[in-house]
């Protein structure tokens, strides 16, 4: 059993006005800190859920727009005139020009940063 000396706290009855105020502006303190630290983390998860929601719409435009450049390739195929055989047309440009548009077109190179 350990005696009076080693347990230095007084009992409720011993409290001063002063320790109380002390002791209450700890208190107020640590739940201020708590409060703070709680509303970091939750700013940082609605920032982190903000940037999935932002990644998720980033890849569904690049899915998007790969698409898109999938069906202008798609359109834009190589041809061969059957009376040519060493030269290759664009089979969508020679239909809407009524000419005949060697392969690779402006689009495609275009499409390929080479135009």
């Not at 230095?8 to 002390?22: E, K």
């Not at 061969?80 to 190179?109: K, M």
Request: with cysteine; hydrophobic share 30%.
């Amino acid at each position: 059993m350990t005696g009076p000396s080693s347990n230095p706290r007084p009992h409720v009855d011993q409290l001063t006005d002063d320790m109380l105020d002390q002791l209450y502006a700890e208190r107020d303190t640590y739940r201020d800190a708590w409060h703070s630290a709680k509303d970091r983390v939750r700013k940082h998860n609605t920032r982190a859920e903000l940037a999935e929601a932002d990644r998720d719409g980033w890849r569904e435009r690049a899915q998007g727009y790969q698409a898109a450049i999938a069906r202008v390739r798609a359109l834009h195929e190589q041809y061969r005139f059957g009376g040519d055989e060493t030269t290759d047309y664009c089979a969508h440009c020679n239909q809407i020009s009524g000419g005949w548009v060697p392969y690779p077109c402006p689009t495609l190179r275009a499409l390929d940063g080479t135009a």
